[in-house]
């Protein structure tokens, strides 16, 4: 069936460096898509989103990136901290713009920052 | 404000029992799902509720697990002759019904032996 997927299950980097998390989703109607972060112990905690009809989409240090022609997102994280170490979930949401639907989640990239 | 918050934090049961967990969503908030995290998996959805009733059970394994929300605010998920395989994270978020943000809980970690 389809899913959402990441390339990278794990990824470790020095503090201040740039840290890049790959997902690749393979349902062309996703509607919405969510990069999750996830602390051992702890539920998921939402960190940026981005919809459809965009491309790229800025926070704070974060940055994610959607290519929907090869159905492909990305999470940017700017001068890594080591509180940035966790597991990052990206997760696609199929349902109507503006309503609350169940989100489909990919398997995780365990981030490491050392430092 | 509070965040959402489920109990018990971590249940340890024998295969064949029966148990409840216990979600408490943020005040206000309409939608209210289920999800289920093994092991090094990302979270899998059970069932979404929008107010009291549940508007999608698609993602309930079995009819040994049932859902309730009877008065649209805390939800019980209720498994009944509990197996090995049952042993997961069960996580609950909950959110408005305007935005798709969902806010989760810390999960409860059940332990089937």
């Given amino acids: 069936g389809e899913s959402v997927g990441l390339h990278l299950p794990t990824l470790s980097v020095q503090e201040g460096d740039n840290s890049i998390i790959n997902c690749a ?4 109607a996703s509607d919405y898509f969510i990069w999750y972060k996830q602390e051992s112990g702890k ?6 989103d981005i919809r459809s009809n965009m491309d790229k989409r800025q926070g704070q240090r974060v940055t994610v990136l959607l290519n929907k022609t090869v159905k492909h997102l990305s999470l940017q994280i700017a001068a890594t901290q080591p509180g940035d170490s966790a597991v990052y979930f990206c997760a696609e949401n199929l349902g109507v713009v503006g309503s609350n ?3 489909t989640f990919g398997k995780g990239t365990l981030l490491t920052v050392n430092p | 404000g509070a965040g959402v918050s489920q109990t018990p934090s971590n249940k340890v049961t024998e295969k064949g029992k ?10 206000g908030h309409t939608a209210l799902y289920w999800y289920r995290q093994s092991l090094g998996q990302g979270p899998e959805f059970l069932i979404y509720f929008q107010g009291t009733g549940a508007a999608d059970d698609s ?5 040994r697990f049932f859902a309730v929300r009877p008065e649209g605010s805390v939800s019980t998920l209720k498994i ?7 042993s997961a994270v069960y996580l609950c978020a909950s959110g408005t019904s305007s935005y798709n943000e969902q806010f989760f809980g810390p999960g409860t970690r ?3 032996l």
Wanted: net charge negative; glycine share 8%.
């Fill in chain 2, 18 to 27: 029966y148990v409840e967990l216990r979600c408490d969503p943020i005040s």
């Fill in chain 2, 110 to 112: 059940l332990t089937v």
């Fill in chain 1, 101 to 103: 639907y169940k989100l």
């Fill in chain 2, 80 to 86: 009944q002759r509990t197996e090995r395989g049952d």
């Fill in chain 2, 59 to 63: 993602g309930l394994p079995n009819d």
């Fill in chain 1, 43 to 48: 539920g998921p905690q939402f960190i940026i």
């Fill in chain 1, 25 to 28: 989703y393979s349902n062309s």
